[in-house]
Nanobody, 127 residues
């Protein structure tokens, strides 16, 4: 089992920045891939970004490429999402997710491939 707790959400003006954190506990964190997803009101959950166990491989949705950066600190069992140049369309609840498959080099954009989820943190970008 992996427990995930997100933090860092809030209200920000368009063009601003936020950094989300996801703290993991319960099992070995350093050998599993992590992802961020988001869900806006009335919309389906969508993939944002993912990172492999070592941080050497990342994947981004086209909508956030060049603005968002995912990173991880395995010593702190934490994954981060740095969000810059935020837009009103980035408004959503952001969820952290973990893939329990150890040492995988494949980063999935499908939420069904992730086994553990956090409770989510709200990000609101005002225009």
């Amino acid at each position: 089992q992996v427990q995930l707790v997100e933090s860092g959400g809030g209200l920000v003006q368009a063009g601003g920045s936020l950094r989300l954190s996801c703290a993991a506990s319960g099992r070995t964190f350093s050998n599993i891939a992590m992802g961020w997803f988001r869900q806006a009101p009335g919309k389906e959950r969508e993939f944002v970004t993912a990172i492999n166990w070592s941080g050497s491989i990342t994947k981004y949705a086209d909508s956030v490429k060049g603005r968002f950066t995912i990173s991880r600190d395995n010593a702190k069992n934490t994954v981060y999402l740095q969000m810059n140049s935020l837009k009103p369309e980035d408004t959503a609840v952001y969820y952290c997710a973990a893939d329990r498959t150890a040492w995988t080099l494949t980063l999935s954009v499908n939420g069904g491939s992730y086994d553990y989820w956090g409770q989510g943190t709200q990000v609101t970008v005002s225009s």
